[in-house]
């Protein structure tokens, strides 16, 4: 019988392109159906040309149907994919400003700090409305998250009791395969292990065969930083650490204390402020241009495979191939050194008989100890969100490492005030 897989933030071109392409590229999809739902009509209405182009392309019986009612598109579902950012741009955009005038200059905002925090208390009331609407028109369906900030959202989830949600990101398995290439490795040679949490993940072991692969890394650190001047802070977490991170060089500075407190510490990461912000608006422009003329046939579409995740999985559970993959889960002992409730990123495997998390043990302690400083906000703004607790919410901002850095104590209670204030219209309640 076809599946039914459903996009929440399905007027995200990129997102539906990439995705709905990799699902099209199973056999077992080929005939799937493909919803699409936003609350921009005019968003998910050009999402909906794409993907009856790419059906049309690929002579496939797949269709696709879209719109903005929720519960209606959500009726019958085996996966729902949720893609959203509340606010959009106006919020993305005020999450950075604002706490830049308190000196809390973050690069991309949307994991941890002022920015990550409010980000998901704006998204948490709308994941808990997509759960209750699953529970009720689909309730086998499995969430996959790809939703900022990751950690958070899916500890929210869980917390409020939906057991069938795992969070999805690209780092893992992307990273290792530029500083694989950049050493003279192909990258399906390599082999690494990981353990952590989501955008504070390192691998633990990077190697070819039996050859650690984290010698060639350092000797190769020119090349990498002319090519990719902004994994400066990766590669002095590397030396201070022994491991490398796996989310991108431009996220890495505002994660800690120690790489953003004046702007000549700044301008050395090459990681401007509001660097998320622009790339992501620039790119959303570019496709509200390009998606139009792939529609028309003047741009090529790719059929390629991507690397993310959410195909793969899919594909796993509905024609029990079983694939492994890094999720966003309850930690529930798989991690030793870390709280049992906290949402880690560890290796998973999907099949046909669900998706089942695999333990690591501990990690190294240092990578432990700088996480554990992740999780305390998490635990905050988690608890904050479920009892609408300002004060909570506040805490989180007091134990942030970037903030806690910058600012006083007075300062952080002014910040979260005036982030409320100018949030209100998204926290309903509070």
Partial sequence: MPKKVTFIGGGS??????????????????????????????????????????????????????????????????????????????????????????GVKQSISDTIGPGGVFRFIRTFPVLQAIADDIRAVAPDAWLLNYSNPMAMNVWGLHAAGFERAVGLCHSIQGTYRYLAEAVGVAPDEVTYTAGGINHVNFYHTLRHGTRDLYPAVLEHEAKILRERPEMTTSFEL??????????????????????????????????????????????????AVEVPRMIRGEKPISYARGMEYGAFIVNAMVADEPTLFYGNVPNRGLIDNHLPEAVVEVPCVASGAGIRACRVGRVPEILAALQRAHVGVHRLAVDGALAKDRELIRQALMVDPLTAAVCTLPQIRAMTAELFAANAKYLPGW
Wanted: charged share 30%; aromatic share 10%; proline share 4%.
């Fill in 13 to 102: 071109s990129k997102f539906i392109h990439e995705l709905v392409r990799d699902l099209f590229t199973f056999p077992a999809l080929r005939d799937a159906t493909i919803a699409l739902m936003d609350v921009d009509e005019a968003r998910v209405r050009l999402t909906e040309g794409l993907v009856k182009k790419m059906i049309l392309d690929l002579g496939l019986p797949a269709r696709v149907v879209a719109g903005t009612d929720r519960r209606a598109l959500l009726e019958g579902s085996d996966f729902v994919l949720v893609t959203i950012m509340v606010g959009r741009f106006e919020t993305y955009a005020l999450d950075v400003d604002l706490p830049a005038k308190y």
């Fill in 238 to 287: 590397l030396r201070e650490t022994g491991y490398f991170p796996a989310e991108a060089g431009t996220h890495q500075s505002e994660y800690y204390p120690y790489f953003r407190r004046t702007q000549a510490q700044i301008d050395a990461c090459r990681a401007p402020t509001k660097a998320g912000h622009d790339n992501d608006k620039a790119n959303a422009e570019r496709m």
